[in-house]
T-cell receptor
Framework: AQSVSQHNHHVILSEAASLELGCNYSYGGTVNLFWYVQYPGQHLQLLLKYFSGDPLVKGIKGFEAEFIKSKFSFNLRKPSVQWSDTAEYFCAVNSPSGGYQKVTFGIGTKLQVIP | DGGITQSPKYLFRKEGQNVTLSCEQNLNHDAMYWYRQDPGQGLRLIYYSQIVNDFQKGDIAEGYSVSREKKESFPLTVTSAQKNPTAFYLC?????????FGDGTRLSIL
């Protein structure tokens, strides 16, 4: 069964600090990878996704993520965080399962940015 | 505007009672999903449906049931067999692989 691990459950940063949130998955076949974000009081929304091609993908609001197949990783990065980035971030993996596409989410990382 | 509507926003269940959470989408998406979100556990998949009249159990389907009679609707019933139903429930839909989420329903036990 596929699984997703997010290493940092709660991260506190000052504004302008750099961010890297770890995400590792376990699945030997072809996967599609996602980062979702949930801002306070809002619904989950897609931040960025990787399907194929360039392993460095760019998303909204200056976020990017790098897919490293050999490490089964898809870490999220941002060079300089802002207070408005305070949110919960979820890594997700989509892979075939018995003829269906199954999505598995990590447990999430709460990011708090201090002004 | 297209989107996913979950209702009610808050729901209370008495012991031994079944309750149904509504999820409607006007995005014309084929696939729909139900997740349960608990603090420190992220989102766990309850059921998913790729097409009308077909659905599959997710990782924590016990105590839940669904139906998919129409493309736009995917209601979730929390039965009395679910012993720990207090949680935040999220419905999602997709036409490709990226999912669109509703605002959720918070279920509590009286």
């Amino acid at each position: 069964a596929q699984s997703v691990s997010q290493h940092n459950h709660h991260v506190i940063l000052s504004e302008a600090a750099s961010l890297e949130l770890g995400c590792n998955y376990s699945y030997g076949g072809t996967v599609n990878l996602f980062w979702y974000v949930q801002y306070p009081g809002q619904h989950l929304q897609l931040l960025l996704k990787y399907f194929s091609g360039d392993p460095l993908v760019k998303g909204i609001k200056g976020f990017e993520a790098e897919f490293i197949k050999s490490k089964f990783s898809f870490n999220l990065r941002k060079p300089s965080v802002q207070w408005s980035d305070t949110a919960e971030y979820f890594c997700a993996v989509n892979s075939p399962s018995g003829g269906y596409q199954k999505v598995t989410f990590g447990i999430g990382t709460k990011l708090q940015v201090i002004p | 505007d297209g989107g996913i509507t979950q209702s009610p926003k808050y729901l209370f269940r008495k012991e031994g009672q079944n309750v149904t959470l509504s999820c409607e989408q006007n995005l014309n998406h084929d696939a729909m999903y139900w997740y349960r979100q608990d603090p420190g556990q992220g989102l766990r998949l309850i059921y998913y449906s790729q097409i009308v009249n077909d659905f599959q159990k997710g990782d924590i389907a016990e105590g839940y049931s669904v139906s998919r009679e129409k493309k736009e609707s995917f209601p979730l019933t929390v039965t009395s067999a679910q012993k720990n139903p207090t949680a935040f429930y999220l419905c999602a839909s997709s036409i490709g692989l990226a999912q669109h989420f509703g605002d959720g329903t918070r279920l509590s036990i009286l």
